[in-house]
């Protein structure tokens, strides 16, 4: 076999006995590998090879600069996609290409602009129903998200019955996937008990469910200007042809799934972080009464805070990618078939790339420090051509919510402090907050 040379790491018995610390601590356990080995270590589980890394070159190296020489690994396109279909975040390689050149445009921000008016009806009717007192704010967060993407995805009245079957269908296949890779050794009684039987049925009626919305949307002969529209209008630049019926339902159980769980984590651990850090909040309240959809989605105080907030709680905390050929990087060698784990939540809180890195300083992203901050460290919507689509997206949905939200609200803190758990995405066990609607709210 060739010799390569991998970077310094643990020994096949060492990887096995990490791999079970980690099943219970995955972050303290990377964190804890990534100071022994200086940023970039190996895993050795035989037949299945490692490097973890949040050195920001080597990210760089594989998500951009040599990009062609990585795809995702099956973690995130097999399993994921078999109950998910073939969308964006589940496939690689030419498919990838096509679809995303297809789709890129519609969330170019003068897209999704027409969306802004969609988000704040959404965030508006949500807050009126918003309880006050001490709030566990993660699960309100979670379905506002959900209302969010869905309005933006079918600008009509969506049966409350059909809500709660795509966002149990989500949530269900969700769980499902965290726990059959935190239990692959149960692989077999997931099949057996008729678990994964079960998620598939799940899949095929959330299929039917939308198939059934696309075909009323084309029986209507209007437009609504939603993202729906936008799948449908949109057409291959070789053939001039629109996307398969079932392409389309594809792409749309991805944008509900990658859209909804991300952005839920985002606002819980935005409100968290505000309301514990006071000066902080003030001074975006001052800075952000009366905006205009437009100023709030362009304004530099809410951008700033929900960056602040995604650089100490990445919603996707790791992701992956797995080498197509021999590849080096730096001093390190290593062979076709090896994944590469980035683990963005170290990086973002490397103390080389950010000083004080477990404080919450918005300012750090503003205009003036931009000389001051290292580049290629903050990864939030990953990098990268794969990089997030709906970045443009989240951004606004969560600046135009954070707005109404502080000045719709009083939001104090409670002395319970959320755990971050990190499954597929980073999420908080609970946020409670004191919250209160503030007089002249415009809410109730
Ligand atoms: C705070 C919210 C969000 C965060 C933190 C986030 C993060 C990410 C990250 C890190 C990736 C890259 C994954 C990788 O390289 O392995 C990604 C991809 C993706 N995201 Fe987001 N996302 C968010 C919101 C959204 C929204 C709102 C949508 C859709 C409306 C969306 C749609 C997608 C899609 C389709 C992909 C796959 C893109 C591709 O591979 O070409 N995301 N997201």
């Known amino acids: 076999m060739k010799n390569y040379s991998l970077p310094p790491g643990y020994n096949f018995l060492q990887s096995l006995m990490r791999t079970y610390k980690q099943v219970k601590n995955p972050i303290g356990t990377m964190e804890e590998s990534m100071k022994i080995y200086e940023g970039t270590y190996a895993v050795d589980l035989g037949a299945r090879r490692l490097i973890a890394t949040q050195d920001p070159g080597f990210i760089d190296y594989v998500l951009r600069s040599n990009h062609k020489n990585y795809h995702k690994s099956p973690i995130q396109t097999e399993e994921l996609g078999r109950f998910l279909g073939k969308g964006l975040l589940t496939v690689n390689g030419d498919y990838w290409l096509k679809q995303r050149r297809l789709i890129q445009p519609g969330f170019h921000l003068d897209k999704i602009h027409a969306l802004y008016a969609i988000i704040k009806q959404t965030v508006d009717n949500f807050l009126r129903t918003m309880p006050e007192g001490k709030v566990d704010v993660y699960p309100y967060m979670h379905k506002l998200a959900f209302e969010i993407v869905i309005n933006s995805l079918f600008n009509i009245e969506v049966p409350q019955t059909t809500r709660d079957q795509l966002s149990d269908f989500i949530n269900e296949v969700q769980e499902f996937v965290i726990k059959d890779l935190r239990q692959p050794y149960k692989s077999w009684w997931f099949k057996l008990s008729g678990e994964v039987e079960r998620n598939l049925q799940r899949s095929r009626t959330a299929r039917r469910i939308i198939r ?134 170290g990086l973002h809180r490397d103390e080389k790339y950010w000083p004080n890195p477990d404080s919450f300083i918005p300012d750090r992203f503003s205009k003036e420090n931009e000389d001051k901050r290292k580049p290629k460290a903050f990864y939030p919507f990953g990098g990268g051509p794969r990089l997030c689509i709906g970045n443009n997206f989240a951004m606004a949905e969560m600046a135009i919510f954070l707005q109404t939200m502080i000045h719709a609200f009083e939001i104090n803190p409670t002395d319970v402090h959320p755990k971050a758990n990190p499954l597929v995405t980073l999420r908080p066990n609970r946020v409670l907050l004191d919250i209160k609607k503030s007089r002249n709210s415009g809410t109730n």
């Open 212 to 345: 059934e919305m696309i075909n009323t949307r084309k029986q209507s002969g209007r437009k609504f200007n939603d993202l729906l529209d936008m799948l449908l209008d949109a057409r291959y630049e070789d053939t001039g042809e629109p996307m398969h019926e079932d392409q389309v339902i594809d792409e749309i159980l991805i944008v509900l799934i990658a859209g909804h769980e991300t952005t839920a984590n985002a606002l819980a651990w935005t409100l968290y972080l505000v309301a514990n850090h006071k000066p902080e909040l003030e001074k975006l309240k001052s800075s952000t009464k009366n905006l205009s959809l437009t100023e709030i989605t362009t304004n530099e105080q809410l951008a700033n805070v929900i960056k602040g907030s995604m650089r100490l709680y990445p919603p996707a905390w790791i992701s992956d990618r797995m080498a197509l050929s021999d590849d080096a990087y730096g001093p390190f060698t290593y062979p076709k078939g090896i994944v590469i784990i980035l683990f963005y939540y």
